[in-house]
C-alpha cells in the first residue's frame, strides 16, 4: 500500500498529466497492485478442464496463464469527498491483454454513503469485489460453480451505505446499469439491470442476501444459426428459446461464522434467465478451515445444478405433432436445453500461508465429478502466489 | 544446539513479554473510547470521535512486535489477517489503510502534536505528552 508523494508523480508523468494533477491542492495519487501467479495441471491424462468461454482452463501439461493475472490501480482524490479510481487488469486466459477492469469516480455523500459512477464490480457475491485478489481470501480461486458467471461488471451507478445499531453492523448497496461481456462463444448484454444487496454482521456472524434483474440477451453465431432456421416454422418456440431482451434474475444467500481460530462459510445462488434456451442454474458451496499460525488449511464443496426438471417448450412443440416439422422442432428444443445444462459438484482441499503481509503462498487439489458425463470426471492441482503492494 | 534453542525461545518470548500495546491520543481529546471504538477505528468503519471530531489513526510497521500484539488482541485479527482486510477496501475504493509510522516515538510525537490523530504504542515507551486510554 504505497501513497506516491505528488512531487514524484509529477517529476515522472508527462505535462499534461502533472498539470492535471497540479490543478488541485488535495490531490494525492495512491498506486497499488496485486498478482496472482497460479500453475496448474489435471492429474488424468486425457481430461481437459474449460473455463467460462469454452477455452482449456487446465490440462495434463502444466498451465500457467488460465489464473494467473496482475492488476494496477490508480486513485486520485479529486476533492475531500471525490476520488476517480481505475484499475487496469490483464489476464492470462486473455493472453494478458490490460483492460480497464474498472474506471469509477466515488462521491463520499456523508461517512456512510458514497455514490459510484462509471464501470465497477456488480456486487453479487461476497467476494465479488475482491474475487480477482487471491490475497483476500483463502482459496486460490472462488468457487467456482457459483462465482462464474456471465458477467461480473456492470456499467452504471453504484450506492453503498454503511452503518450499526448497537454491537450489528450493516450494509446495504443499490447498482444500476448494463452490461456486456464475451461469454460462452459469444456475447452477452443486457440493460435494466438492478441488484440490491443487504449485509448484517454481528461480531463472528455474517448473513448476506442479493436480489437482481436484468433484461438479458445472448448473441452467438451458432445458436442464432439454429433459431434463425426455426423461425418461419414457429416464431412462437423461437421466441420461447432466444435470449433476446428477456427477463433474467438472480438470488443470493450468504452466511458465514468466524471464530478467528476456524470459520465456516456458505453461499447459495440462483440464475434464472427466462423464455431461453438456458435452464435456471442451481448453486452453492459451503468451506469451512481454520487458522493456525500462518497456515490456513480449507476445504470447499460446491455443487451447481443447471439441467431442468423437465424439457420446457413442449406443448408447442407438440402442436407440430404428425407434421414433417415435429422433428426438427424437437430436435432444436431438446438440443439446446440439454447442451446448456450442467451438473457437477466438486471438493477442494486448500492451504494458505502467510509468506508476509503481502504475499501468500498456497496450493489445492479439487475434484470435480461432472454428473452428466462421467468422462469429464477430473482432479486439479494448483499451487500459487498471491501478491498485493 | 541446545544453546541455539534457548536463544530461540528467548527471542520469542522477550518479543512477547516487551509488546504490551496501549491505545494513546491526544491530552486534549476527551471522548469517551473503549475497546470497540478503538477497533472499529483502526478498522476504518468509524471516522468521527464522539464529538464530532475526525479521526486519524496511525499503525505501527506490520514487522513491528507491538502492531502484532495490537492486531491480535484489540482488532482479534492477525497482522496479514488485517492486511487481507484492508485489501479489499482499497482496491474497491472503500478505505485507505491507516498511515505506518516508524516508531513509538514518531507515533507520541504525532499524537502529541494532533488531537485527531489515535495511535497506540508499547507501554513502556509513554510519556506525559499523551494520554493512555486503557480498554
Known amino acids: ?389 | 544446539m541446545f544453546k541455539i534453542i534457548v536463544l530461540l525461545n528467548l527471542l520469542i518470548f522477550t518479543n512477547i513479554a516487551l509488546a504490551e500495546p496501549v491505545v494513546i491520543v491526544n491530552t486534549g481529546n476527551a471522548n469517551a473510547i473503549d475497546a470497540k471504538v478503538v477497533k472499529r477505528i483502526f478498522l476504518g468503519k468509524e471516522k468521527k470521535f464522539a464529538d464530532g471530531s475526525e479521526t486519524v489513526p496511525v499503525n505501527q510497521a506490520a514487522s513491528s512486535a507491538t502492531r502484532q500484539a495490537f492486531d491480535s488482541e484489540v482488532l482479534k485479527r492477525s497482522t496479514t489477517q488485517v492486511a487481507a482486510y484492508w485489501s479489499k477496501l482499497v482496491f474497491t475504493g472503500k478505505g485507505i489503510p491507516p498511515k505506518e509510522l516508524g516508531s513509538d516515538a514518531e507515533v507520541i510525537d504525532l499524537v502529541s502534536a494532533n488531537p485527531s490523530v489515535i495511535g497506540y504504542v508499547d507501554r513502556a515507551s509513554v510519556t506525559g505528552a499523551v494520554k493512555v486510554i486503557e480498554l
Open chain 1, 1 to 389: 500500500m504505497k501513497t506516491l508523494p505528488k512531487k514524484l508523480l509529477t517529476k515522472y508523468l508527462p505535462i499534461p498529466a502533472a498539470v492535471l494533477l497540479s490543478f488541485n491542492a488535495s490531490a494525492e495519487t495512491r498506486i497499488n497492485g496485486f498478482a496472482n501467479f497460479v500453475a496448474g495441471s489435471t492429474l488424468d491424462s486425457d481430461v481437459t478442464t474449460l473455463d467460462i468461454n469454452d477455452n482449456v482452463a487446465y490440462e495434463e501439461d502444466i498451465v500457467f496463464d488460465t489464473d494467473s493475472l496482475f492488476a494496477l490501480q490508480i486513485s486520485t482524490d479529486l476533492s475531500d469527498k471525490v476520488s476517480a479510481t481505475a484499475q487496469i487488469l490483464s489476464r492470462g486466459r486473455d493472453d494478458f491483454d490490460a483492460n480497464f477492469e474498472w474506471a469509477y469516480i466515488s462521491y463520499k455523500a456523508t461517512d456512510n454513503l458514497s455514490v459510484n459512477l462509471g464501470r465497477l464490480r456488480a456486487p453479487f457475491f461476497r467476494y465479488s469485489d475482491s474475487a480477482d485478489i487471491g490475497f483476500s481470501y483463502h482459496w486460490i480461486t472462488a468457487p467456482g460453480t457459483v462465482y462464474d458467471v456471465g458477467f461480473t461488471n456492470l456499467n452504471g451507478a453504484r450506492l453503498d451505505y454503511n452503518n450499526y445499531i448497537g454491537d450489528w453492523e450493516y450494509s446495504l448497496q443499490a447498482a444500476l446499469g448494463t452490461y456486456e461481456s464475451d461469454f460462452a462463444g459469444g456475447e452477452l448484454s443486457g440493460n435494466n439491470l438492478v441488484v440490491l444487496t443487504a449485509e448484517a454482521t454481528y461480531e463472528w456472524f455474517k448473513i448476506r442476501t442479493v436480489y437482481g434483474r436484468a433484461d438479458g440477451t445472448f448473441e452467438n453465431p451458432e445458436i442464432d444459426a439454429t433459431l434463425d432456421s426455426i423461425e418461419a416454422i414457429s416464431p412462437e418456440l423461437t421466441e420461447a428459446l432466444r435470449v433476446e431482451d428477456d427477463a433474467g434474475f438472480f438470488l443470493g444467500l450468504g452466511l458465514e461464522a468466524d471464530f478467528y481460530k476456524w470459520f465456516i462459510a456458505a453461499e447459495f445462488t440462483q440464475v434464472d434467465q427466462t423464455a431461453s434456451f438456458v435452464p435456471t442454474d442451481d448453486a452453492f458451496y459451503i468451506t469451512a478451515g481454520a487458522r493456525i499460525g500462518k497456515f490456513t488449511p480449507s476445504i470447499t464443496y460446491e455443487e451447481l445444478d443447471g439441467v431442468a426438471d423437465n424439457i420446457a417448450n413442449q406443448e408447442i412443440v407438440n402442436q407440430f405433432a404428425g407434421t414433417p416439422f415435429f422433428d426438427p422442432l424437437n430436435a432444436v428444443n431438446i438440443g439446446l436445453q440439454t447442451s446448456s445444462s450442467n451438473k457437477e459438484s466438486r471438493i477442494t482441499a486448500a492451504i494458505r500461508y502467510e509468506f508476509d503481509t503481502s504475499i501468500a503462498i498456497k496450493a489445492d487439489v479439487r475434484r470435480i465429478d461432472d454428473d452428466i458425463n462421467d468422462n469429464n470426471d477430473v482432479t486439479i492441482v494448483r499451487v500459487a502466489v498471491n501478491y498485493i503492494f
